[in-house]
Each structure stands twice: as C-alpha cells, then as structure tokens.
C-alpha cells in the first residue's frame, strides 16, 4: 500500500519559535495533501488541503499566516508553524490522496508529529 | 452543521465474537464513506471505503454497509482478536479534492 512519512515524529520548541514539519509520500506522487491536527481525544480536524504548485486552501478558523504551508513538489509538502505557543500543542498529522480512477480517493496518513511547545 | 457521530467511547467485546460499531451523519451528502484504524500516538490506518451507490463491502474479516438514506454507515469485524483492539474512525468526504471529516472514534476492546 501506499507509505506517507513525516519528520520529525516528535519534537518540543520553545514559545515564540517555529517549527517546521515534513510530510513525504515515498512511493507514489500526490498532488493533493492533507494537514490534520489532534488534540487529545479528539478527532482529526482538517487544518489545510495542499495542492502541488500552488498555494494552500485553509478551512475555517486556521489562520494561513500561522501555519505556513508549502507542497514544492509531488513528493512534499510542509508545514511550518511559526511563533508556536503552548496551545499549539497537538498532534500534527498529514495525509496524501493516492487517486484511483473511479474508486474513490482513499487518504493513507502519515505516523503523525507530536508537537510540545514550551 | 455537519456531525458525525460514532457510538460509544468504548466498546468491549469478546474474542471470536463480531463487532458491530455505528457511525451516523447528519447534515451531509457525502459522495463516500471511509473507515480508518488508529492506534495511540499513531496515524490513522485506511482500512475500508464505500461510495454512496454501494450497500456492502467486504474485506478478508471486514464489512461495512452504508445506508445513505437512514444516514447510517455500520462497521463489522468478524472473528475479533485481542489485536484488533484499536479505536476506529468513520471519515466522510463530499468528493473530488475534498478532505475527510473524521468522527471521534469508537475505541474497540477484544477480550481475550
């Protein structure tokens, strides 16, 4: 099946800092990406839809200017969050869409990034 | 507004036993219906999908139905194993480059 990976899988930052997030797809090219954030017992919530060449689409709420993302090439995308604070602390996770003529698009996910800000 | 709801916080079954878990949707067309695998501190694990013009479908011990009129999509797993213990997420999509909207999850116990 299709792998997605992210880097780093954990990481702790210091309040005012940024941190930057790297979702690959290892074995195929996606042209669309998918950020989720999950806070503890919670669902997954759709941050931002990541589109190769050209700028990201954010759903409601999610400020653009905060969480800075960039899907250079078929293979990458990332997710910078700048001047986190602790109530950025989540669990930070993407997704690549591997379409398959007329079947539907399944999501595969990447193992996630736990992010502790400080 | 758009809500999905899955049956319980936690559901405890015993081994060899099948587990039926519910998602109900309210307020949404969807175009099809997925379910994931998520194990803790761990990403969702894709699992199954249905389109909205299929009733059933089976993988290996898996089978999820989708009733678009009652709005209703049922998961089962046949057969459980303690390994199957896990929380699993029903996510709905509208089609095309949409992303999912997830449910809270239903955390599954097999009991030995």
């Known amino acids: 099946g299709a792998v997605v990976s992210q880097h780093p899988s954990w990481v702790i930052c210091k309040s005012g800092t940024s941190v930057k997030i790297e979702c690959r797809s290892l074995?195929?090219?996606?042209?669309?990406m998918f950020w989720y954030r999950q806070f503890p017992k919670q669902s997954l919530m759709l941050m931002a839809t990541s589109n190769e060449g050209s700028k990201a689409t954010y759903e409601q709420g999610v400020e653009k200017d905060k969480f800075l993302i960039n899907h250079a090439s078929l293979t990458l995308s990332t997710l910078t969050v700048t001047s986190a604070h602790p109530e950025d602390s989540s669990f930070y996770i993407c997704s690549a869409r591997e379409p398959r003529g007329g079947q539907g698009y399944e999501q595969y996910f990447g193992p996630g990034t736990r992010l502790t800000v400080t | 507004s758009q809500k999905i709801e899955q049956n319980s916080e936690a559901l405890n079954i015993q081994e060899g036993k099948t587990a039926t878990l519910t998602c109900n949707y309210t307020?949404?067309?969807?175009?099809?219906l997925q379910w994931y695998r998520q194990d803790p501190g761990r990403g969702p694990v894709f699992l199954l999908l249905i389109r909205e013009n299929e009733k059933e479908k089976r993988k290996e011990r898996l089978k999820v139905t989708f009733d678009t009129t009652l709005k209703q999509s049922l998961f089962h797993i046949t057969a459980s194993q303690p390994a199957d213990s896990a929380t699993y997420l029903c996510?709905?999509?509208?089609?095309?480059?949409?992303?999912?909207?997830f449910g809270k999850g239903t955390h599954l116990i097999i009991q030995p």
């Open positions: 307020n949404y067309s969807p175009a099809y």
């Open positions: 996510a709905l999509a509208g089609g095309g480059a949409d992303g999912l909207t």
């Open positions: 074995d195929f090219q996606a042209t669309t």
